[in-house]
């Protein structure tokens, strides 16, 4: 999976609520501690490098499918989560938005004390990612948030995040140090999306005139070539819609979930007695952990497993939420001890969706798949920002009090 790139969001407002970016703390580290433990952490990595994937995991954690949070909200998740661990995982995340990503320099030297790590060579690299995002593509975006995760080995990852206020988009940018072979020559490995004018780009093949002039006035070696970057265009719509969702491969997560033999076979599978709903979101994260990358060419799927916190596709299950947590956290506990079986079993689900979706024909009628889940949100403490807001206007005014003293 190692492919790097950019994807634009349309650009929300608003922090993520405490019922949730704690969740997400948790659920983050525990998705990251089994694709470290199982596939090992240059491939937890890759995986980051990859914005579709990026993108799915935003999702399956319970942000909006395609906001510019996602990015902000992910990244702090993984660094609240995973830091921690950093000493038994062997994977560290430095910097953040604003204030924090300036604090990357003086992380990353921290780090390279710890670890033995070049930290010049890791401070050059966090330098010259910004530099080549913000400065020689003239695409409209200014970065602001500047996410760095490195692992012993010294590979490392590269997220970022620019502001367009003309268009009111942000632009994700993804580097990948396994992708980069010369920072002045393809950094990125492709760039895919409609053509939308022409923009200054000092680092294209064909600005070498260009190139060549700066260098004669500046005497200094500009960056010469960013090939293409793999562009994921999201839609501006904030609502998840049909045309968003692979029906098939949804369809397959439903059949598993809901058809009774099936369900059964999957609960055993993970050792774990699971009603339908909850399994519908063991599927999904076992797929996240486990999923190809050719599995994330729809990552709004993922927003299936446990909602989104602006109530897209439908509230955050807090019930089925806490519940899965647990039963990953009990599989991860258990794995520490020996015994690895409920961990197999995710991947086992995840082999077992595939199936369903390989040899049968499942699709999922999107509206009634909403309808279902707006019916039982409340049943399963479905939360959203919107009830947040309705049960502040519900509050009376605050009064404040005036003592009147008699002449």
């Known amino acids: 999976m190692r492919r790097s790139g950019f994807a634009d969001l349309p650009l929300h407002g608003g922090r993520v609520p405490s019922w949730l970016a704690e969740r ?16 090992g952490a240059a491939e937890f990595l890759s995986r980051l490098s990859n914005p579709f994937w990026f993108q799915a995991l935003g999702c399956v954690m319970g942000m909006d499918w395609h906001s510019s949070g996602i990015t ?21 995340f430095c910097g953040g938005r604003g204030k924090q990503s300036r604090k990357t320099p003086e992380e990353l030297l921290a780090i390279a004390d710890r670890t033995g790590l070049d930290g010049s ?86 600005a070498a005139a260009a190139q060549e002039a700066l260098l004669e006035i500046s005497r200094t070696d500009p960056a010469k070539t960013l090939a293409t ?39 055993l599978l993970l050792a774990e007695n699971l009603g339908p709903r909850t399994l519908q979101t063991m599927a999904l994260l076992a797929e996240v952990i486990h999923g190809a990358p050719s599995r994330f060419s729809d990552p709004a799927r993922f927003s299936f497993a446990l909602g989104g916190k602006d109530g897209n596709p439908f509230p955050v299950p807090l019930k089925t ?16 001890l020996g015994r690895t079986d409920k961990l197999d079993g995710f991947k086992r689900l995840d082999q077992l969706v595939r199936r369903v ?8 009628d999107f509206a009634a798949v909403l309808e279902q ?22 509050q009376p005014p605050h009064r404040q009090l005036s003592l009147f003293m008699p002449n």
């Open 72 to 92: 902000t909200s992910v990244l702090g998740a993984l660094k609240r989560g995973l830091n921690p661990l950093a000493h038994e995982l062997g994977v560290y």
């Open 321 to 336: 939420y806490d519940e899965s947590l647990g039963i990953l956290r009990r599989a991860l506990d258990a794995a520490k």
């Open 24 to 39: 997400m703390t948790r659920m983050g580290a525990a998705i990251g501690e089994r694709i470290i433990g199982h596939y």
């Open 229 to 267: 970057v793999q562009k994921l265009a999201l839609p501006r719509h904030h609502d998840v819609r049909a045309e968003n969702v692979d029906l098939k491969r949804l369809g397959a997560v439903l059949a598993v979930s809901y058809e009774r033999q099936l369900r059964d076979f999957a609960s």
């Open 121 to 206: 060579v890791l401070v050059r690299t966090s330098r010259l990612t910004a530099k080549i995002d913000n400065n020689a593509i003239g695409d409209g975006f200014q970065i602001y948030l500047h996410g760095f995760a490195v692992i012993a080995s010294g590979d490392w990852v590269v997220i970022q995040q620019g502001l367009n206020e003309q268009t009111g988009l942000a632009r994700r940018y993804h580097w990948h140090s396994a992708s980069v072979r010369n920072f002045v020559s393809e950094p990125h490995t492709a760039i895919v999306g409609a053509n939308e004018g022409i923009i200054l780009n000092l680092v294209d093949r064909r």
């Open 373 to 394: 889940e707006h019916a039982i949100s409340k049943s399963l403490n479905g939360r959203s920002v919107v009830d947040d807001r309705r049960k502040k206007a519900a």
């Open 357 to 364: 979706e390989e040899q049968y024909e499942p699709t999922a």
